[in-house]
């Protein structure tokens, strides 16, 4: 009964941001879960890569598209693609993303468009594109990857923050109204996660500073979100919508 819960055999999932990090360990886990998969990133070479490994451990069918969700008009190509390919979309991962670290008054406008585009405005379009075949079904399981940036923020964060607070907004007014077509949605706001965005942009002291923040005194790994997207893509998760999952090690238990 319990592994019926979590099972994902004969869904579909779409994950944005899919060739590695936290899409990547998403994609790996729902494949062993049973889902087969359609996965989007920018670079050719890293999704080929991904979808070769996933489909080779696991016997799940894995297909994948070259897109850039900072483009206006690539989420609609990428929602056709999917339902051309596998004739649903059960789950979808919203999980492209970057940040831009700007204190308020260097904020460059091109910058901010960017962010924008790509860390909220795809994902609007992305679920916009989704949703219908998802309510013909009366069933669909939507998760926006936020941020802790999202709920508390650091200077510099302005961008990102407000992208990652937005989503958090969007997915309160959209889980009301699709929840009577049995369809969830959801955040999940991680904290210090090790992948290729915040290595690049933080020293390492910033980084051991981050680490010190959380109660378990360091970051977490990508495979660590695996288990909380698979609760909210699956029958383990049909009761929870309209919220966001924190999974930050402890950090925003910490007050000073």
Not at 18 to 41: H, N, Q, T, Y
Not at 72 to 101: C, K, Y
Not at 153 to 160: E, I, L, W
Request: charged share 20%; hydrophobic share 45%.
């Amino acid at each position: 009964m319990i592994e019926k819960l979590f099972d994902l055999s004969g869904k579909v999932a779409l994950i944005t941001g899919g060739s590695r990090g936290i899409g990547r360990a998403i994609a790996g886990g729902f494949a062993e879960a049973g889902a087969d998969l359609f996965l989007c990133a920018r670079k050719e070479e890293t999704l080929q890569e991904a979808a070769g490994q996933i489909a080779g451990q696991t016997g799940r069918r894995v297909e994948w598209l070259v897109a850039d969700m900072a483009v206006r008009g690539e989420a609609d190509r990428v929602a056709r693609e999917a339902l051309s390919r596998f004739g649903q979309v059960d789950i979808l991962i919203n999980n492209a993303g970057w940040n831009i670290p700007q204190a308020i008054d260097e904020i460059r406008d091109q910058d901010w468009d960017y962010l924008l585009e790509l860390n909220l405005t795809s994902v609007m379009a992305l679920t916009r594109a989704l949703v219908p075949q998802m309510k013909q079904r009366r069933w669909g399981r939507i998760v926006h990857i936020s941020s802790i940036m999202g709920l508390a923020s650091t200077p510099k964060r302005n961008a990102y923050s407000a992208t990652k607070a937005a989503l958090i907004g969007m997915a309160q007014a959209s889980a009301l109204e699709l929840g009577p077509f049995n369809i969830t949605v959801n955040c999940i706001a991680p904290g210090p996660i090790a992948t290729e965005m915040p290595m690049s942009l933080l020293s390492k002291e910033q980084q051991d500073a981050l680490a010190s923040r959380t109660a378990l005194g360091r970051w977490a790994e990508p495979e660590e979100l695996v288990g909380p997207a698979l609760l909210l893509a699956s029958e383990a998760g049909r009761y929870i919508t309209g919220t966001c999952l924190v999974v930050d090690g402890g950090a925003l238990a910490r007050i000073f």
